[in-house]
């Protein structure tokens, strides 16, 4: 069972509390891209054996999206944070890259 | 290769069993093949025989990194099944199915084919209006299926409970020729006919890296060396991303845990496979007595091969209301396996980016009963360079293109 903590409400959701809505940071497309770009944003997954962005709800709480970064290998939570972010904290970039020294690095 | 019959039997008894050989040889990887296969589960080792049997092509190895059928192939609820909505995926299905029918002929291996029938229970008027169309479907198709009142159910399936508070029966489709067979006996009848054409099965052996030159495939690096070939086939499910990225493309595809569990052996209860789509939840009972019994996916990304407990919760819960008498059971196993989820829930079988590689994935949760008619379709596309009448929808391009096998409104479930 999953325990991710919502950047909101500071509560420590369990699984059963949230949504998983899939791979975090996509570049959104729109009127005018390319079907390659569509293709990308739509259908194309980073699915990384690792360290994994990703975007939860907290849908029995207050409601709201926000975002965390997970290994896919262990289920290890690096930590979560705002929706609004271009990318993840430096904080917990710094702690990734400590606990995994060969993971590829941010985007 | 000795065929297995009863007069083998009769033999071997006759001689303590001394007489046996090996089902299939372990022998040292060849500098070059013609085809690698990588992925020793049902459809690696199913394009692995097919390139042999339809195409004469046998200088081959299929490359495993753990046991053959030691992924999701040995680890499915063995559900067989044809009546799909789309076109092009009950022709591959159908395929299948039908030569599920032969196969421990073909194969000299009883694959415990059992064609007892299979119900999709209708448990809201959504789906009976669904299922009625699939039926109608299945018509055109050649798919032979039959949309059942609630009473027909009841027969068939003697412990349902029909009049369900929530989620009454209201219906079914059933296709008489659905079923079940036995997963492990698939690869392991497929391995042993591959080594018996003189192809190599290499288990124990990882892929780390795929080679290439101007563009085309070279070879694979592997946990035991350089091996080299013309032409390479990925076939490893729930690690396509991964693979995939060694040969420098990406796919449309999610890795996802996807569990089951089996109840406590008991006496004969339900002759027939039965799935509720609407409550998530799948069942048969095994020639041993046991309840075999499937749930949904996990939402999110996941290696693990094990999923979250919750979903084992809903899966009987759901069924309990279904089935009452499940209520008495103790339940003793449950596992997982990684699953590989397209965006429109239908299989790829393609030609990639990197020339002389082609890709079978994305049969997510449920790939078992399209094996034979998987690798059937596979074989020739890896054979002749381009995709056959099974395969041609099947393609990645049909993203980009839109063109999507939409399936995941005609069985929006593990099945
Ligand atoms: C719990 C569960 C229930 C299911 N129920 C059903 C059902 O009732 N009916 C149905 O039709 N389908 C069902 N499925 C789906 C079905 O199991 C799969 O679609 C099917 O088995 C996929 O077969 P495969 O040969 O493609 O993959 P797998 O059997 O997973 O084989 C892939 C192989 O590739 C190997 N591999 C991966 N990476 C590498 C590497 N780098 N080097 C070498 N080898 C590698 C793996 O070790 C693995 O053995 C279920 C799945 C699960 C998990
Ligand atoms: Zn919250």
């Known amino acids: ?107 | 290769m000795k065929r297995y019959s009863a007069f083998a039997i009769a033999r071997e008894a006759a001689r303590y069993h001394t007489g046996w050989e090996r089902a299939w040889a372990a022998p040292e990887p060849k500098p070059q093949y013609d085809v690698i296969v990588i992925g020793a589960g049902g459809h690696g080792l199913a394009t692995a025989y097919y390139l042999g049997k339809n195409h004469g092509i046998k200088n081959v190895a299929i490359i495993e990194k753990g046991w053959l059928g030691g992924g999701n192939t040995g680890r499915n609820t063995t559900i067989i099944r044809s009546n799909y909505l789309q076109d092009p995926s009950a022709a591959i299905y159908e395929k299948a199915r039908s030569l599920y029918e032969t196969m421990s002929q073909d194969l000299n291996y009883n694959v415990m084919f059992s064609p007892r029938g299979l119900i999709m229970l209708a448990q809201t008027h959504h789906e009976v209006r669904g299922y009625q169309r699939t039926a109608y479907a299945n018509a055109l198709q050649g798919v032979k299926t039959e949309f059942i009142g609630p009473e027909r159910v009841k027969e068939l399936v003697p412990i349902i409970d029909i009049t369900g508070p929530r989620y009454p029966v209201l219906g079914g489709l059933y296709q008489a020729r659905g079923g079940t067979a036995r997963h492990d006996a698939v690869a392991w009848g497929y391995a042993r006919a591959c080594s018996d054409m003189g192809m190599h099965v290499l288990q124990k052996t990882e892929v780390t890296a795929i080679r290439s030159d101007a563009g085309n495939v070279t070879g694979v690096e592997t946990s035991r060396g350089f091996i080299g070939c013309k032409k390479l086939s990925i076939v490893v499910a729930g690690h396509s991303g991964h693979v995939a990225e060694m040969a420098g493309f990406r796919l449309p595809i999610e890795s996802v845990a996807l569990q089951a569990l089996v109840s406590e052996p008991i006496k004969p209860c339900m002759d027939v496979v039965v799935m509720a789509n609407t409550v998530h939840g799948y069942m048969s009972q095994s020639d041993k007595g046991e309840m075999v019994i499937g749930g949904g996916t996990d939402g999110y990304n996941n290696y693990t091969q094990r999923g979250s407990f919750h979903h084992i919760e809903e899966t009987v819960r759901a069924l309990i209301e279904t089935f009452p008498m499940l209520s008495r059971l103790k339940m003793l196993r449950q596992w997982g396996g990684i699953v590989d989820i397209t965006g429109d829930r239908s299989p790829i079988l393609s030609k990639t980016p990197l020339g002389n590689c082609f890709i079978n994935c994305g049969w997510g949760t449920g790939g078992f009963k399209a094996i034979p008619g998987s690798g059937w379709a596979m074989a020739e596309l890896v054979a002749k360079g381009e995709p056959g009448p099974l395969a041609a929808e099947f393609g990645l391009d049909r993203f980009r293109q839109g063109r999507f096998i939409d399936e995941s409104v005609a069985a929006g479930v593990a099945h």
């Open chain 1, 1 to 107: 069972m999953l325990l991710l903590e919502c950047p909101y409400c500071g509560v420590a959701a369990d699984e059963t509390e949230l949504a998983a809505g899939g791979e975090a940071h996509l570049k959104r497309e729109t009127v005018g891209s390319l079907d390659a770009e569509f293709e990308e944003y739509l259908f194309m997954r980073e699915n990384p054996r690792g360290v994994h962005f990703e975007r939860w709800r907290h849908a029995y709480g207050c409601g709201k999206w926000f975002l965390a970064a997970r290994d896919t290998m262990t289920l290890e939570v690096f930590g979560t944070y705002p929706a609004q972010s271009k990318k993840p904290p430096k904080a917990i970039e710094n702690l990734i890259k400590k606990k995994r020294p060969d993971w590829k690095g941010w985007a």
